[in-house]
């Protein structure tokens, strides 16, 4: 019955922004009501062609029915995946007791079809809760909209910090390394000053491009088994170039380990490395790393001889607060870090170091097949 509609999508002045909605139901009487009611609402346009228009009418949410549904589960996998936010899918089931998706999906037979059912209604439709359900689904819409909107702005940022602002500061350093030669003791002390600069920028730009990396995985984002002392040993031994004037110690052995994460793991390093350096105001800074093993993880200290950050403020450094990195003490490497680590089912926390400085303590799961 739902492909044999031939009214031409009903539009009507409106004073507000429109949310398109395609009714495919089999169940006439529930079209019906559903059609009948959304002519008389400002917010909704009402998108024509049941079934048979799921594929390629232009609409920013639909309504089927369990029958509708399964008659069409490919066409509605294929047009969520490709659109650019969430393309929501209201589901009117014709049995009461399913009341919610959790419900819905235990008494289904394809449980797989869970990921395509934003809402679940039961008939007989009542106004007030039809109303509900799908302003939340507008409201869902809309946000999805704005977050792949913002992922645009971001992609575009990462590629030019990639490229343009990279460039141009690796210029500038090398520039500065050359005119060293050149200057007496006062215009060394420039110079050096000029380096550290150059080099925090690019290693600003850097993490901002590995943020955005991350941002564009999946929300489970896949994980395998990384080799803990050789991605922690190759970090340290870069930052000793990098810092010549810094310490680095490891105290004790590095296991010879692996540990669940990716290829962004390196990052979670380097940004605590060069945190540890670059925010220490000791004559000669000193970074200790100490690795622990426990029985599931590993855990990954990094100290500083600093001034440390007082417990107060080591939520917003990390960006846990309800500012988030807008806080003006989070930055944009510790959250990285923070929301790495997470990812790969480990933690960080802030503690004060034996030096007095603060002490990063960073726990992984421990892969124990990658041992070798």
């Known amino acids: 019955m739902?492909?044999?509609?031939s009214e031409s999508v009903e539009r009507s002045e409106k004073s507000v922004e429109t949310t398109r909605v395609l009714p495919a139901l089999a169940n006439a009487g529930n079209q019906r009501?559903?059609?009948k009611w959304m002519r008389g609402q400002d917010e909704y346009e009402v998108v024509s062609g049941g079934g048979d228009a799921l594929a390629t009418a232009e609409y920013d949410l639909c309504v089927l029915d369990e029958c509708t549904f399964r008659q069409n589960v490919s066409t509605v996998?294929?047009?969520?995946?490709?659109?650019?936010?969430?393309?929501?899918?209201?589901?009117?089931?014709?049995?009461?007791?399913?009341?919610?998706i959790d419900s819905w999906t235990r008494h289904t037979v394809d449980r797989d079809l869970w990921d395509l059912v934003d809402e679940i209604l039961t008939p007989p439709i009542e106004r007030v809760e039809l109303r509900r359900r799908l302003e939340n689904l507008r409201r869902l819409r809309a946000q999805s909209i704005t977050v792949a909107q913002t992922t645009e702005q971001l992609?575009?940022?990462?590629?030019?910090?990639?490229?343009?602002?990279?460039n141009e500061m690796n210029v500038i350093t090398g520039w500065a390394g050359e005119l060293e030669a050149h200057v007496d003791d006062s215009g060394q002390e420039i110079c050096t000053r000029i380096l550290d600069s150059s080099r925090n920028v690019v290693d600003l730009t850097r993490a901002v491009r590995e943020f955005v990396d991350m941002l564009e995985m999946d929300d489970d984002p896949k994980l395998d088994t990384v080799d803990l002392e050789a991605a922690l040993r190759d970090e340290i031994s870069k930052r000793r170039s990098l810092f010549e004037g810094a310490e680095f110690v490891v105290d004790g052995?590095?296991?010879?380990?692996?540990?669940?994460?990716?290829?962004?793991?390196?990052?979670?390093?380097?940004?605590?490395?060069?945190?540890?350096?670059?925010?220490?105001?000791?004559?000669?800074?000193?970074?200790?790393v100490t690795v622990s093993e426990r029985e599931r993880s590993i855990v990954v200290t990094i100290g500083d001889n600093g001034p440390g950050i007082p417990p107060d403020r080591r939520d917003a450094v990390l960006g846990r607060t309800e500012a988030g990195i807008d806080h003006p003490s989070a930055g944009v490497g510790l959250y990285l870090v923070d929301?790495?680590?997470?990812?790969?089912?480990?933690?960080?926390r802030m503690?004060?170091?034996?030096?007095?400085?603060?002490?990063?303590?960073?726990?992984l799961p421990v892969?124990?097949?990658g041992r070798r």
């Open 2 to 5: 739902t492909g044999n509609c």
């Open 33 to 35: 009501v559903l059609r």
């Open 77 to 100: 996998r294929n047009r969520r995946e490709a659109e650019s936010g969430i393309l929501p899918v209201l589901l009117v089931s014709s049995a009461s007791e399913f009341e919610s």
């Open 155 to 166: 992609l575009l940022l990462n590629r030019i910090t990639r490229h343009d602002i990279q």
């Open 253 to 288: 052995e590095i296991p010879s380990l692996h540990v669940r994460g990716n290829e962004l793991l390196s990052s979670v390093f380097r940004n605590l490395l060069n945190n540890a350096v670059q925010h220490n105001d000791s004559e000669t800074p000193r970074v200790t």
């Open 339 to 348: 929301t790495l680590v997470d990812g790969y089912g480990g933690g960080v």
């Open 351 to 363: 503690t004060e170091s034996d030096e007095g400085g603060t002490a990063v303590v960073v726990t």
């Open 367 to 369: 892969i124990r097949g």
